[in-house]
T-cell receptor, first 111, second 116 residues
């Protein structure tokens, strides 16, 4: 089967840095994606890693280690609007579903 | 503007009733997906379609049905066989994906289904 593990909740202070971890077990692997979802809204794509290393997009960075089946999303200079749920998702062509989502990490940014 | 349109935003189902959720995209994407999201949970795949007139079951297809007669449209029917249909339903689309491509999924705004 396929499974992803990420923390259910994280709280961080405005202006700080927070890291959200994701470990996965899949039968086949193309890449790891991250999505953001505000309450009541639709998920939106943030980043994608197919190879080991760090990808940076503005205040957000994502890291992947294929050998460890592990990745993380790093959010810098946190803003109140970053309060949302963050989902990691594995893109795997050999499972029953092409994209498998974790259960999400709810990030609360406090003043 | 390109995007995905889901309707209605809110839907109520009576016991024994079938209801259909609409999903339309003008992104010219080959693949379309239906997900179910329960409170505090991740997204679980119901059905997906990678090409017109073809679709595959996801992890929780029981009690649901779909059709893909046009590239732009992928309606989901929640049948009376689905005993616990109350949830937030999300439709998404993407390029077909494959090695070297990201399979970025673009989501509609969702339909919130409740049982009367």
């Amino acid at each position: 089967g396929q499974s992803l593990e990420q923390p259910s909740e994280v709280t961080a202070v405005e202006g700080a840095i927070v890291q959200i971890n994701c470990t996965y077990q899949t039968s086949g692997f193309y890449g790891l994606s991250w999505y953001q979802q505000h309450d009541g809204g639709a998920p939106t794509f943030l980043s994608y890693n197919a190879l080991d290393g760090l990808e940076e997009t503005g205040r957000f960075s994502s890291f992947l280690s294929r050998s460890d089946s592990y990745g993380y999303l790093l959010l810098q200079e946190l803003q109140m609007k970053d309060s949302a749920s963050y989902f990691c998702a594995v893109f795997s062509p050999w499972g029953n579903t092409p994209l498998v989502f974790g259960k999400g990490t709810r990030l609360s940014v406090i003043a | 503007d390109g995007g995905i349109t889901q309707s209605p935003k809110y839907l109520f189902r009576k016991e024994g009733q079938n209801v259909t959720l609409s999903c339309e995209q003008n992104l010219n994407h080959d693949a379309m997906y239906w997900y179910r999201q329960d409170p505090g949970q991740g997204l679980r795949l119901i059905y997906y379609s990678q090409i017109v007139n073809d679709f595959q079951k996801g992890d929780i297809a029981e009690g649901y049905s779909v059709s893909r007669e046009k590239k732009e449209s992928f309606p989901l029917t929640v049948t009376s066989a689905q005993k616990n249909p109350t949830a937030f339903y999300l439709c998404a689309s993407s390029d077909s994906g494959g090695r070297g491509r990201k399979n970025i999924q673009y989501f509609g705004a969702g339909t919130r289904l409740s049982v009367l």
